[in-house]
């Protein structure tokens, strides 16, 4: 739908709703879609998007001249940019979601009771998924996929930094749709930049049955305080690499770089490194080496800069910092008990990790550490969607309810039970 940026509230509202009552009706179609029409879709789109990449690219090139003209610092710019190879990843992600596995219908659980009676679940779609997101317009993609593939219909709100390139890519879905013959409203694009419009979008009780928020911490924030249906959310990722007494120190230097070096910018980063006092000397010299020659700034306690002579003094704040640039924050302490209660503290439940040689100690920071994600020798930049065989993610969530870690196609279901009988009547 064209939707102009200038519209009164009340035109604005109309808008909106007609968004939400066709994202309605698309998802009833699609619940009984076959599988075979879904993947066609997403096979189609994955082509249009190949044939389509000049195109792509040229939008894409539009938001990052705004964004740098505004100012936009190199972790802003790194999430919007565009590549040749990030479509063909695009295009490819489409195509992995086309060979995954249909979730929906599928019957789990099947049980005979005492009655005669089999019991069991069947996974269904949520309905309609509302997907707020700034900057990186390859969330248009996954979002799209995802939804489309588990039987959801979709409305994306993108941020305005990204506009053509969000507006290309959901034209590549559209073609895919149109081309399966299932409804262009599955997968809707809110074409206004108007802040107004996200409002509008989390109070539509009666047509929105979930909103997944993905962006800053602002962002989430509000769509949290604000929405009036259920939100699936994290709101920071201060992730945490612990280096265990026990531990292998060339592994320990290839996780702890690679989960602060890798990339800077996105949730699954570590922010903080925790080192047992045990091994901090002869592993903060090693891995202080390594960030120094990647002008990564060290801010490290008292202990640290001991063996870091370059490292800043960290203040309390630090400790809670999620710095999405080449900032790490690293504190010796005294052992796995301490290093947990960092966590519990400081952490914000994404994703920690832990280093050693010692199966006992990785099955304790396992079971206790309350995250999300929780890994044992390697990379917290693994807490991704495509890394874990999703295919894709919506977002990741650090709710306790319904999902957690990185949303896929089960996180877009919910269950409801199913009975079977025949003629079966209750005593």
């Given at each position: 739908?064209?939707?102009?940026?200038?519209?009164?509230?009340?035109?604005?509202?109309?808008?909106?709703?007609?968004?939400?009552?066709?994202?309605?009706?698309?998802?009833?179609?699609?619940?009984?879609?076959?599988?075979?029409?879904?993947?066609?879709?997403?096979?189609?789109?994955?082509?249009?998007?190949?044939?389509?990449?000049?195109?792509?690219?040229?939008?894409?090139?539009?938001?990052?001249?705004?964004?740098?003209?505004?100012?936009?610092?190199?972790?802003?710019?790194?999430?919007?940019?565009?590549?040749?190879?990030?479509?063909?990843?695009?295009?490819?992600?489409?195509?992995?979601?086309?060979?995954?596995?249909?979730?929906?219908?599928?019957?789990?659980?099947?049980?005979?009771?005492?009655?005669?009676?089999?019991?069991?679940?069947?996974?269904?779609?949520?309905?309609?998924?509302?997907?707020?997101?700034?900057?990186?317009?390859?969330?248009?993609?996954?979002?799209?996929?995802?939804?489309?593939?588990?039987?959801?219909?979709?409305?994306?709100?993108?941020?305005?930094?990204?506009?053509?390139?969000?507006?290309?890519?959901?034209?590549?879905?559209?073609?895919?749709?149109?081309?399966?013959?299932?409804?262009?409203?599955?997968?809707?694009?809110?074409?206004?930049?108007?802040?107004?419009?996200?409002?509008?979008?989390?109070?539509?009780?009666?047509?929105?049955?979930?909103?997944?928020?993905?962006?800053?911490?602002?962002?989430?924030?509000?769509?949290?305080?604000?929405?009036?249906?259920?939100?699936?959310?994290?709101?920071?990722?201060?992730?945490?690499?612990?280096?265990?007494?026990?531990?292998?120190?060339?592994?320990?230097?290839?996780?702890?770089?690679?989960?602060?070096?890798?990339?800077?910018?996105?949730?699954?980063?570590?922010?903080?490194?925790l080192v047992a006092r045990h091994v901090a000397s002869a592993f903060l010299q090693e891995i202080g080496k390594v960030y120094v020659a990647k002008g990564?700034?060290?801010?490290?306690?008292?202990?640290?800069?001991?063996?870091?002579?370059?490292?800043?003094?960290?203040t309390e704040d630090d400790w809670y910092a999620e710095y999405l640039a080449p900032i790490v924050s690293i504190k010796v302490v005294a052992g796995l008990?301490?290093?947990?209660?960092?966590?519990?503290?400081?952490?914000?439940?994404?994703?920690?990790?832990?280093?050693?040689?010692?199966?006992?100690?990785?099955?304790?920071?396992?079971?206790?550490?309350?995250?999300?994600?929780?890994?044992?020798?390697?990379?917290?930049?693994?807490?991704?969607?495509?890394?874990?065989?999703?295919?894709?993610?919506?977002?990741?969530?650090?709710?306790?309810?319904?999902?957690?870690?990185?949303?896929?196609?089960?996180?877009?279901?919910?269950?409801?039970?199913?009975?079977?009988?025949?003629?079966?009547?209750?005593?």
């Amino acid at each position: 739908m064209n939707m102009p940026n200038d519209l009164p509230d009340s035109e604005l509202r109309d808008a909106m709703l007609a968004l939400g009552k066709a994202a309605r009706k698309a998802a009833r179609e699609l619940a009984r879609a076959p599988t075979a029409a879904k993947n066609a879709a997403l096979l189609a789109a994955a082509e249009a998007m190949e044939e389509r990449e000049k195109t792509i690219l040229a939008a894409n090139a539009r938001d990052v001249k705004a964004a740098r003209a505004e100012g936009r610092d190199d972790a802003f710019i790194d999430r919007l940019v565009l590549t040749a190879k990030a479509v063909e990843e695009m295009a490819a992600g489409l195509r992995q979601v086309a060979t995954l596995p249909d979730p929906v219908g599928a019957i789990t659980d099947l049980a005979y009771r005492p009655s005669g009676i089999q019991v069991g679940h069947m996974r269904v779609p949520l309905g309609v998924v509302a997907i707020i997101y700034e900057s990186r317009p390859d969330v248009t993609a996954d979002a799209g996929a995802l939804c489309l593939k588990s039987g959801n219909a979709c409305i994306l709100r993108g941020g305005s930094e990204a506009t053509h390139s969000n507006q290309a890519i959901a034209a590549c879905l559209a073609d895919g749709l149109k081309k399966a013959g299932l409804p262009e409203a599955a997968i809707q694009l809110v074409e206004t930049t108007d802040r107004a419009a996200v409002g509008e979008l989390i109070a539509m009780e009666g047509y929105v049955d979930v909103v997944v928020p993905r962006g800053g911490k602002s962002l989430i924030e509000r769509v949290a305080k604000d929405a009036r249906v259920p939100v699936i959310k994290h709101l920071d990722g201060v992730c945490h690499v612990y280096v265990d007494a026990s531990a292998d120190l060339a592994k320990a230097v290839r996780v702890a770089d690679n989960a602060k070096t890798q990339r800077y910018g996105t949730c699954n980063t570590m922010e903080t490194l925790l080192v047992a006092r045990h091994v901090a000397s002869a592993f903060l010299q090693e891995i202080g080496k390594v960030y120094v020659a990647k002008g990564v700034e060290i801010r490290g306690c008292a202990e640290t800069r001991k063996y870091i002579h370059e490292a800043k003094l960290a203040t309390e704040d630090d400790w809670y910092a999620e710095y999405l640039a080449p900032i790490v924050s690293i504190k010796v302490v005294a052992g796995l008990d301490e290093a947990m209660e960092h966590i519990a503290q400081y952490g914000s439940q994404h994703t920690d990790a832990i280093v050693t040689e010692n199966w006992a100690c990785a099955q304790r920071f396992l079971r206790e550490v309350d995250s999300s994600s929780v890994m044992v020798n390697a990379s917290t930049r693994f807490a991704d969607g495509f890394e874990y065989g999703l295919g894709a993610e919506v977002g990741i969530s650090t709710n306790k309810l319904h999902a957690r870690g990185p949303v896929g196609l089960e996180g877009l279901t919910s269950r409801k039970w199913v009975v079977l009988g025949d003629g079966h009547v209750r005593s």
